[in-house]
């Protein structure tokens, strides 16, 4: 992880937990 990363990067990472997560389930 960086010291900071761009809000993009971090919104799809989010996006692909959510995602992850949901076919997970």
Same mark, same amino acid.
């Given at each position: 992880?960086?010291?900071?990363? $761009? $809000?993009?990067? %971090? %919104? ?7 995602? %992850?997560?949901? %076919?997970?389930?």
């Amino acid at each position: 992880m960086v010291k900071a990363e $761009p $809000p993009c990067a %971090l %919104l799809n990472f989010i996006f692909i937990f959510i995602r %992850l997560g949901i %076919l997970y389930f």
